[in-house]
């Protein structure tokens, strides 16, 4: 994402159009409207404030309009392009993947040597890789789970009961509550993933076959790592969005390599 030195506070009428080029104020807006929430532990406090639009509450909602509004641009533009070249698209559940990804090429950034064993993974497989290929890029699915682990797309997820019920533990839930899960805190926890749990490894993913001595990926209990649920509500998109994940970041990384190869000749080179 292109950034800018230039700055647009909430509720600026500067010229709506900027929000599609560049991203001034972007990362504050959204730490400010996904922030808010998140640490409110009292809900009748930001209840009240939210039904007077006062305080905390007031520049949160100027936040989240800034945010969507932002987003909401780049979403129509893409549109456009898309109607201009006579193809349809959904582009709603493509957000989750793509905003993810940029915790996916920073985290590739402070580790070269994952990104270098990313990079001969996708340098080994065709340019355009068909669809049996791209399951086949196994280092890449497991960096990718690995970095949804430390980073998840969706980190906090609340239902509410529509009747009394009992969890599996034993406790006791009452029509109306709700009961949230945290796949956040859940990826960072020492008894579900270890003392190096603070660690980005792709490796705790995978394991050497005996015969080939190629990595195999090892699926993990999604109950361990609800990052797209569990149950009968999975995710019903995820096999595709690792698909589209992985082709991102195939093009992505193919192209700096390109680039790098005819700038300097050498490796990629990330900005940090
Ligand atoms: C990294 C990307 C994605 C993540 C982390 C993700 C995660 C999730 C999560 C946590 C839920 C459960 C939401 C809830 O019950 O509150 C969900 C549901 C769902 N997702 Fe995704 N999703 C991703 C991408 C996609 C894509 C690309 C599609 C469509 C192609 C998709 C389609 C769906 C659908 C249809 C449901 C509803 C399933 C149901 O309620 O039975 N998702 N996803």
């Known amino acids: 994402m292109e950034s800018s030195t230039s700055t647009m506070s909430p509720g600026s009428s500067k010229d709506k159009s ?59 533009e893409k549109k456009q392009k898309l109607e201009q070249l006579g193809e349809k698209e959904s582009l709603d559940d493509d957000l989750l993947s793509s905003g ?27 340019e355009e890789p068909a669809y049996e290929e791209v399951k086949d890029l196994v280092y890449i699915h497991a960096s990718l789970c690995e970095c949804m682990r430390l980073y998840p797309p969706v980190p906090l997820d609340t239902k509410e009961a529509l009747n009394d019920d009992v969890l599996p533990g034993g406790m006791v839930v009452k029509k109306g509550m709700r009961v949230s899960y945290f796949p ?35 699926q993990r209990d999604s109950y361990h790592y609800p990052v797209f649920q569990a149950g009968p509500r999975i995710c019903l998109g995820k096999e595709m969005a690792f698909l589209q994940m992985k082709r991102v970041v195939a093009g992505v990384l193919r192209w700096c390599q390109r680039l790098n190869e005819k700038l300097w000749n050498q490796s990629i080179i990330f900005p940090t």
């Open 18 to 76: 900027l929000a599609t080029n560049s991203a001034p104020n972007l990362s504050a807006m959204f730490e400010s409207a996904t922030g808010a929430r998140l640490t409110a532990s009292i809900p009748l406090i930001w209840k009240i404030k939210k039904f007077f639009n006062i305080g905390s509450e007031k520049s949160h909602k100027m936040a989240v309009s800034e945010v969507k509004e932002y987003a909401m641009n780049i979403v129509k």
């Open 100 to 126: 993810f990804l940029t915790w996916y090429f920073w985290l590739l950034s402070q580790h070269p040597e994952v990104q270098s064993n990313v990079v001969k993974e996708i340098k080994e497989h065709s």
């Open 184 to 218: 956040y805190a859940m990826g960072r926890l020492e008894s579900l993933w270890g003392s190096d749990w603070a660690e980005f490894k792709p490796e705790r993913w995978l394991q050497k076959e005996e015969n080939s001595k190629s990595w195999r990926f090892v």
